[in-house]
């Protein structure tokens, strides 16, 4: 496609249930980020893959969120059992390669979890 | 451990002045990149500009300049002539091979353009 793409665009999610949100890459892009975004606040890391190899989830906040992109291409990050603190946006972004390159961002799934 | 400062939670400017909006980092990597991204209400991140670290020159993109200062550890954004379209969030970020090339961004400058 012409961009990143993710969705759902919004999910409204009731607390303890899961949730798995999706983003499409540019094609042929390497690399691929999900980010967390709090209202008023800079996107924050939670994990990035290589492809298909998931080469860092430091960021991701505890045992219940989960990424993978099994193809290197579409990757989906899931949520286990979410609670209120998980509302944010969450944003996706792609680069080609690895190097010092600018992401791509998709528009974000903001999650509102009730 | 990376680490980007964005000291200006909040910047107002005057239609067609020109405003600094400034990010310092913390690396001990010789290798890296700054980036700007603006975020406008509707939620996208938008890239604006790149800075290489061996770059000699201080980057250039329209009406968008980075003013780097290596020594300084300093990359700030300046825009000039600037437009209300250009009222929004403006995030430093940087990214370094030797750590993986995760991204890092700042917490980010909310920009306001006054008529």
């Known amino acids: 496609g012409a961009g990143v793409s993710q969705s759902p665009r919004y999910k409204v999610a009731k607390r303890g249930q899961d949730v798995a949100l999706r983003c499409d890459p540019i094609s042929g892009h390497v690399s691929l980020f999900w980010y967390q975004q709090a209202l008023g606040q800079g996107p924050e890391f939670l994990t990035y893959?290589?492809?298909?190899?998931?080469?860092?989830k430091s960021g991701l906040p505890s045992d219940r969120f989960f990424a993978e992109r099994p193809e290197g291409s579409v990757s989906t990050l899931k949520i286990q059992r979410t609670q209120q603190e998980d509302s944010a946006v969450y944003l996706c972004?792609?680069?080609?390669?690895?190097?010092?390159?600018?992401?791509?961002f998709g528009s974000g799934t903001q999650l509102s979890v009730l | 451990a990376q680490k980007i400062t964005q000291t200006q939670p909040g910047m107002f400017v005057q239609e067609k002045e020109a405003v600094t909006l400034d990010c310092t980092y913390d690396t001990s990597d010789p290798s890296y990149g700054l980036f700007w991204y603006k975020q406008p209400s509707s939620g996208e991140m938008i890239f604006l500009i790149y800075?290489?670290?061996?770059?000699?020159q201080n980057a250039t993109e329209g009406r968008y300049s980075l003013n780097f200062q290596k020594a300084r550890k300093s990359a700030n954004l300046v825009i000039s002539a600037s437009q209300l379209g250009d009222s929004a969030m403006y995030f430093c970020?940087?990214?370094?091979?030797?750590?993986?090339?995760?991204?890092?961004f700042g917490t980010g400058t909310s920009l306001t353009v006054i008529p």
């Open positions: 893959f290589q492809n298909e190899a998931q080469l860092d």
């Open positions: 972004a792609s680069s080609l390669r690895t190097e010092n390159e600018k992401l791509f």
């Open positions: 800075q290489g670290s061996y770059d000699q």
């Open positions: 970020a940087m990214r370094s091979p030797n750590t993986g090339n995760q991204f890092y």
